[in-house]
């Protein structure tokens, strides 16, 4: 354990991966977890999440699972207070929720429109509501949105995700405004914003959409899960004591960079 979240207690939403492989909740449960913290793995699924905990106990670290729909107000007041319970306190928050859907705004139904916003928004939104207090009876804290480049840029040459980049593109100003509200409580709001890094949640898409999305990156290399815990674990630990308010690109330079024409 080297000890830069040592006796912090963390929530990590959507935290087991939905297929094979290490996606990026997974990645932050397990890191935070080697740095010491306390994780609690919130899940619909409570097999994978098992799976997860398993794994971490297995490696020496902490972990308990909690089962539940984070997008339903009352689940997302359990989660909280299981965590205080269990801990007895709660410093980290990791909003890891999120799925996607197809669609243009003259394409898209009004079902995956509000499906992926709960997903997305309406979870951040409900855990962040229910750990705040928690964070502020113990002296602070950290919450941290995962986001996307699609909620950025203006991507074209794929099929339309309204509904999913309006989602993203939501998460930012939650974050600012969470940063704003709370930074004289020494509880600090920032947000990754996520590269085309490969996940079991884009797995479904095959080998030739996984090269095209590793040559759109500056750095033309593949970005993994790893990357953006690795960034997650800064930002929950005091090492950015000073950071809130802050949209941190993990992306290989797409965000910053652009090829300039020959």
């Not at 509501?129 to 602070?140: A, F, I």
């Not at 993203?168 to 996520?194: M, P, Q, W």
């Not at 800064?234 to 809130?244: F, K, N």
């Amino acid at each position: 354990m080297a000890g830069r979240l040592k006796d912090k207690v963390a929530v990590v939403t959507g935290a087991a991966p939905r297929g094979e492989g290490v996606g990026n909740g997974m990645a932050t449960a397990i890191l935070f977890a080697r740095e010491g913290a306390k994780v609690v793995l919130v899940n619909r699924s409570a097999e994978r999440a098992e799976k997860l905990a398993r794994q971490i106990k297995d490696e020496g670290g902490e972990a308990s699972v909690f089962a539940g729909d984070v997008a339903q107000a009352d689940v997302a007041e359990a989660m909280a207070e299981f965590t205080a319970k269990k801990y007895g306190r709660l410093d980290i928050l990791h909003n890891n929720v999120g799925i996607g859907g197809p669609g243009t705004p003259e394409t898209v139904t009004l079902e995956t429109w509000n499906k992926v916003l709960e997903a997305n928004l309406t979870t951040t939104m409900l855990c962040s509501k229910y750990c705040l207090p928690k964070m502020k009876e113990g002296g602070g804290g950290s919450i941290i949105m995962v986001s996307s480049i699609a909620g950025a840029l203006g991507l074209m040459g794929s099929p339309g995700a309204v509904a999913y980049a309006t989602a993203k593109a939501g998460l930012h100003g939650f974050t600012l405004s969470v940063a704003a509200d709370y930074a004289t409580e020494n509880i600090r709001a920032n947000c990754i914003v996520v590269g085309s890094v490969h996940t079991p949640m884009v797995a479904h898409l095959g080998a030739e959409a996984r090269e095209r999305r590793r040559n759109l990156v500056p750095m033309k290399t593949e970005g993994t899960a790893w990357d953006i815990a690795h960034g997650a674990v800064y930002l929950a630990s005091d090492e950015s004591r000073w950071v809130t308010g802050v949209l941190l690109p993990i992306d290989g330079g797409l965000v910053a960079l652009r090829q300039w024409p020959r």
